[in-house]
């Protein structure tokens, strides 16, 4: 099975798409969840990086680059990369890094959404700490049970970032740096778009079909 590298605009379903992939026995890597888990230890580290979150801005390159290396060394089934990289300097780290590790058998996903579909999904979205993700805003993506999870019964948490003005930093951020790197993987006949207005079956899908 050939890996994976997701390129989307924050709230388009990487992290769903990743779950319902992880069941074919993909590693998901999401730097986003990482640096999360960084701010939840309490950590001197985790304190600025939470700042930098809340803001919609970027952690250094250097510093998910640190995150990212360490999985990847000594992985030994396919994976997923959730939210690496996010710039063309990210994209030529990981690049210089897959080569090394020869872990070069990899397709680039891009999950295309227009910023007012993204902002409703990232304004309705509540997340469980077992990894289960809901939207209030869409009937067949809401829990039964208000702000409890269908799954372990645990109360669902709004992320600090999705909020409108954060999410507009994060996603013209994302469209600012997205370009070159897509030129990058266009070049490297790695490319493959995708329209993350379809329906998480439909998705998954047609990722499967590229990553035949
Ligand atoms: P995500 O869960 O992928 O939406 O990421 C949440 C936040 O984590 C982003 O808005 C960034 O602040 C930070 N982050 C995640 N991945 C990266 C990355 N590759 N480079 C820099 N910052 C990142």
Known sequence: MKSVIFIAPPAAGKGTQSSRLEDLGYIHISTGDMLREEISSGSKL???????????????????????????????????????????????????????????????????????????????????????????????????????????????????DDNEESFKVRFETFINNTKPIKEYYENKNKLHIIDALASNEEITDKIKEILK
Not at 71 to 85: M, S, V, W
Not at 87 to 97: K, P, V
Not at 111 to 116: H, Y
């Open 46 to 160: 985790g304190m600025e990086i939470k700042e930098i979150i809340d803001k919609g801005n970027l952690v250094s390159d250097e510093l998910v680059y640190e995150l990212i290396k360490n999985k990847l060394d000594n992985i030994t089934k396919p994976f997923i990369l959730d939210g690496y990289p996010r710039t063309l300097t990210q994209a030529e780290s990981l690049d210089n890094l897959l080569q090394e590790l020869n872990l070069n058998n990899y397709e680039v996903i891009y999950l295309d959404l227009p910023f007012e579909e993204a902002l409703k999904r990232a304004l309705g979205r509540l997340t469980c700490s077992c990894g289960a993700s809901y939207n209030i805003y869409y009937k067949n993506l809401a829990p039964k049970k208000e702000g409890i999870c269908d799954k372990c019964g645990e109360e669902l948490t709004k992320r600090c």
